[in-house]
Protein backbone atom coordinates (compact mmCIF):
# COMPACT_ATOMS: atom_id res chain seq x y z
CA UNK A 1 0.00 0.00 0.00
CA UNK A 2 3.13 2.42 0.80
CA UNK A 3 4.22 1.59 -2.92
CA UNK A 4 1.19 2.13 -4.70
CA UNK A 5 0.40 5.50 -2.21
CA UNK A 6 -2.17 4.25 -0.52
CA UNK A 7 -0.83 4.50 2.63
CA UNK A 8 1.19 7.69 4.18
CA UNK A 9 4.66 6.71 4.67
CA UNK A 10 5.32 5.52 8.16
CA UNK A 11 8.81 6.26 10.38
CA UNK A 12 9.97 3.12 11.25
CA UNK A 13 11.95 4.29 14.06
CA UNK A 14 8.92 5.64 16.15
CA UNK A 15 6.64 2.62 15.49
CA UNK A 16 7.48 -1.07 17.50
CA UNK A 17 5.33 -3.44 16.01
CA UNK A 18 3.42 -5.92 18.09
CA UNK A 19 1.99 -9.17 16.71
CA UNK A 20 -0.13 -10.56 18.98
CA UNK A 21 -1.79 -14.10 17.72
CA UNK A 22 -2.45 -17.51 18.84
CA UNK A 23 -2.46 -18.47 22.59
CA UNK A 24 -1.21 -15.12 23.98
CA UNK A 25 -3.77 -13.26 22.19
CA UNK A 26 -6.73 -15.81 23.47
CA UNK A 27 -5.47 -15.31 26.93
CA UNK A 28 -5.10 -11.45 27.08
CA UNK A 29 -8.94 -11.76 25.39
CA UNK A 30 -9.98 -14.07 27.88
CA UNK A 31 -8.25 -12.03 30.61
CA UNK A 32 -10.07 -9.04 29.86
CA UNK A 33 -13.08 -10.52 29.33
CA UNK A 34 -13.00 -12.13 32.75
CA UNK A 35 -11.76 -9.45 34.56
CA UNK A 36 -14.99 -7.20 32.82
CA UNK A 37 -17.27 -9.92 34.26
CA UNK A 38 -15.85 -10.25 37.75
CA UNK A 39 -16.61 -6.20 38.04
CA UNK A 40 -20.11 -6.60 36.91
CA UNK A 41 -20.74 -8.87 39.32
CA UNK A 42 -19.52 -7.18 41.72
CA UNK A 43 -21.66 -3.88 41.26
CA UNK A 44 -24.74 -6.20 40.59
CA UNK A 45 -24.48 -8.07 44.11
CA UNK A 46 -23.05 -4.82 45.85
CA UNK A 47 -23.70 -1.99 44.27
CA UNK A 48 -21.33 0.39 42.25
CA UNK A 49 -19.97 2.02 45.40
CA UNK A 50 -18.51 -1.36 46.19
CA UNK A 51 -16.29 -1.03 43.49
CA UNK A 52 -14.78 2.10 44.90
CA UNK A 53 -14.51 1.05 47.93
CA UNK A 54 -13.12 -2.52 47.63
CA UNK A 55 -11.20 -2.32 44.28
CA UNK A 56 -7.79 -0.92 43.29
CA UNK A 57 -9.02 1.28 40.27
CA UNK A 58 -5.58 2.22 38.73
CA UNK A 59 -4.78 -1.71 39.53
CA UNK A 60 -7.90 -2.37 37.08
CA UNK A 61 -6.73 0.01 34.99
CA UNK A 62 -3.69 -1.27 34.05
CA UNK A 63 -4.62 -4.69 33.80
CA UNK A 64 -7.42 -3.80 31.19
CA UNK A 65 -4.47 -1.71 29.44
CA UNK A 66 -2.12 -5.05 29.59
CA UNK A 67 -4.92 -7.12 28.43
CA UNK A 68 -5.83 -5.22 25.32
CA UNK A 69 -1.95 -4.38 24.46
CA UNK A 70 -1.72 -0.64 25.62
CA UNK A 71 1.03 0.99 26.91
CA UNK A 72 -0.44 3.62 29.74
CA UNK A 73 2.36 5.69 30.03
CA UNK A 74 1.96 9.01 30.17
CA UNK A 75 -1.90 8.30 29.54
CA UNK A 76 -2.91 7.39 33.01
CA UNK A 77 -2.31 10.27 35.83
CA UNK A 78 0.52 9.71 38.23
CA UNK A 79 -0.37 9.26 42.13
CA UNK A 80 1.53 12.73 42.54
CA UNK A 81 -0.28 14.41 39.28
CA UNK A 82 -3.78 13.54 40.71
CA UNK A 83 -2.38 14.38 44.32
CA UNK A 84 -1.33 17.95 43.10
CA UNK A 85 -4.77 18.16 41.44
CA UNK A 86 -6.55 17.12 43.92
CA UNK A 87 -4.86 19.92 45.91
CA UNK A 88 -5.60 23.06 43.34
CA UNK A 89 -9.12 21.69 43.68
CA UNK A 90 -9.60 21.90 47.48
CA UNK A 91 -7.93 25.74 47.06
CA UNK A 92 -9.98 26.57 44.54
CA UNK A 93 -13.02 25.74 46.44
CA UNK A 94 -11.64 27.49 49.24
CA UNK A 95 -10.85 30.30 47.72
CA UNK A 96 -14.26 30.18 46.55
CA UNK A 97 -15.62 30.09 49.62
CA UNK A 98 -13.80 32.83 51.30
CA UNK A 99 -14.42 34.89 48.09
CA UNK A 100 -17.51 36.89 49.67
CA UNK A 101 -15.94 36.88 52.78
CA UNK A 102 -12.51 38.25 51.88
CA UNK A 103 -13.99 40.86 50.19
CA UNK A 104 -16.16 42.10 52.92
CA UNK A 105 -12.91 41.69 55.20
CA UNK A 106 -11.14 44.30 52.37
CA UNK A 107 -13.92 46.13 52.49
CA UNK A 108 -14.34 46.91 55.87
CA UNK A 109 -10.32 47.47 56.17
CA UNK A 110 -10.36 50.48 53.56
CA UNK A 111 -13.61 52.05 54.90
CA UNK A 112 -12.17 51.99 58.67
CA UNK A 113 -8.36 53.39 57.02
CA UNK A 114 -10.46 55.87 55.04
CA UNK A 115 -11.98 57.00 58.46
CA UNK A 116 -8.72 56.75 60.67
CA UNK A 117 -7.21 59.28 57.86
CA UNK A 118 -10.39 62.11 57.20
CA UNK A 119 -9.88 65.07 58.78
CA UNK A 120 -11.90 66.09 61.67
CA UNK A 121 -14.18 69.28 60.39
CA UNK A 122 -15.10 71.52 63.47
Partial sequence: MEKK????????DKITPAIVTGIEALGRGNDLNRLD???TGIAQVLGPEAIGKY????EYMNRRASALGIDTDNLVRSEEELAQMEQQQQQAMMAQQMGPQAMQVASDA???GMQET???VE
Avoid at 5 to 12: H, M, Q, S, T, V
Avoid at 55 to 58: C, D, G, L, T
Wanted: net charge neutral; glycine share 4%.
Fill in 5 to 12: GELPKIPR
Fill in 110 to 112: MQQ
Fill in 37 to 39: IYL
Fill in 55 to 58: VNIR
Fill in 118 to 120: EPE
